[in-house]
């Protein structure tokens, strides 16, 4: 009997979807497929293939009204938000403008005698492993420009949320999109594993832990497949004496807080110079006693469930273990709170980066502030971390911002604003964040390979 994929709502336990996975040999077959339909897929016009992919785009956009209850349902995000697609769309969109340009010969010199110039080559079969906290847009970034750019794709998505990959390939081939070019795959990560050591593929983007991007390198290791990786984060603020106060409350502990928490660049460590802490963490508590835990299915719902028990229970883990060791908790425990996926959020002061809940990944509505003294101490906080995904600096004076971000060993600098994926840059991180580069030029850079020209006009 075929192994069950179940995604468990955390809404109340239940088994929402389950999906058998594909055998070994089925997945193999799968894969010869792509790699068959690829050469064709590539020999079509560029903009044929944006028209494709961007009226795939545009079919999600079609089922909206279904996809975003069914969110709710497999990872607990309130309805009220609405869904994905304004991003989703967002990130297409700006893939396929840009393509043109940015798949475009690089021409380095021609004359009587030579031409030479470098091509953009798609990489062949690209692997998509997606996560399930924004299961759309993180799948998107990948997916439109690899197809775009001639790749292509087999989707694998979180069992958390088991329908979506199923869903954006059931809209790209009503687009027009030929079913062996985008593939949605239920598998274990055993098949996974073993089609990535059987060199199945020719580029792999994964997006998750750590500890699954170590075996995706793993399963990689002497076949020479590339691998994208975007991993865990630890993601700070830094609120500076000249910032504006309410502007910086209301982002900062937005991004700690929406979705739960469960965020990849969500902000989980905030450091506030001394003459504002006070304020900060005044506005900041009054802020999150107003949320409304509850059924993310009902509109006047703020802030859901977790995903799935075991990620709140780590949350709890950590905040627990802070307070034993001297932390300060704000928030009362709110009478929605079950011991279970419903959690109440929390803010921590008097936290130190000796407690786990200020060192590693909470990926959970809890956020630990600290008072700083000036910009060298902020920076050395911002920098004791393992990992490096975003950074999130509020100031007036921009020069300072820009003096501050070049020390932060960070992929993304922000100034005024927080969580946020501009797809115009390149989403990229360092330290245990991972490695690679999406969206942006450098997106399409990434899901190609370069053949250099040397043509010689004459012999003699």
Request: charged residues 20%; hydrophobic residues 40%; proline residues 4%.
């Amino acid at each position: 009997m075929s192994q069950m994929l179940k995604c468990i709502s955390p809404i109340d336990g239940s088994v929402f979807a389950e999906r058998p996975v594909l055998s070994l040999q089925d997945a193999k077959s799968a894969a010869k497929t792509a790699r068959k339909a690829q050469a064709a897929w590539a020999a079509r016009p560029l903009q044929e293939r944006i028209a494709l992919v961007m009226a795939g785009v545009a079919k999600v956009g079609e089922m909206n009204n279904e996809i975003v209850p069914e969110l709710a349902q497999m990872m607990g995000r309130p309805v009220r938000y609405g869904g994905e697609f304004g991003g989703f769309n967002e990130r297409a969109s700006h893939m396929a403008s840009i393509a043109q340009e940015a798949l475009a010969d690089i021409m380095v010199g021609e004359d009587a005698t030579f031409k030479r110039y470098i091509k953009r080559l798609p990489h062949g079969v690209v692997l998509v492993v997606a996560p399930w906290n924004y299961p759309y847009m993180t799948a998107i970034n990948t997916v439109a420009p690899a197809l775009i750019a001639g790749n292509t794709v087999m989707l694998k998505h979180s069992t958390q949320t088991l329908l979506v990959g199923e869903r954006m390939v059931k809209a790209f081939q009503a687009a027009g999109v030929p079913e062996d070019v985008f593939q949605n795959l239920f598998l274990s990560h055993d098949t996974t594993s073993a089609l990535i050591a059987d060199n199945a593929f020719d580029f792999i983007n994964f997006t998750g832990s750590v500890g699954g991007g170590q075996t995706m390198e793993r399963a990689a290791a002497g076949t020479f497949t590339g691998v994208s990786t975007e991993l865990g984060g630890k993601d700070p603020g830094y609120v500076m004496p000249d910032a504006d106060l309410d502007a910086a409350v209301d982002t900062l502990i937005d991004g700690a807080m929406f979705n739960s928490g469960q965020c990849c660049c969500g902000i989980e460590r905030i450091y506030v110079h001394e003459s504002l802490f006070d304020a900060f963490v005044e506005k900041a508590v009054a802020i999150v006693n107003s949320y409304k835990l509850g059924n993310p299915l009902n509109q006047e719902t703020t802030i859901g469930p977790m995903a799935n028990v075991r990620f709140a229970k780590e949350v709890r883990d950590q905040i627990a273990e802070a307070v034993e060791a001297g932390a300060k908790a704000h928030i009362e425990t709110f009478a929605q709170d079950d011991g279970g996926a419903y959690l109440t959020p929390q803010i921590l002061t008097n936290v130190t980066h000796d407690m786990r809940v200020m060192r590693e990944e909470s990926f959970g509505p809890v956020v630990g502030i600290m008072s700083v003294n000036d910009d060298e101490e902020a920076i050395a906080r911002m920098n004791d971390s393992d990992f490096g995904l975003t950074a999130s600096l509020w100031t007036k004076d921009i020069d300072r911002a820009i003096a501050v971000g070049d020390r932060i060993e960070t992929g993304t600098v922000f100034m005024n604003r927080a969580d946020y994926l501009d797809p115009g840059l390149c989403w990229t991180g360092c330290k245990q964040t991972g490695r690679g580069g999406g969206l942006s030029v450098i997106g399409y850079q990434n899901l190609t390979r370069p053949k250099s020209y040397h043509l010689k006009k004459v012999t003699q």
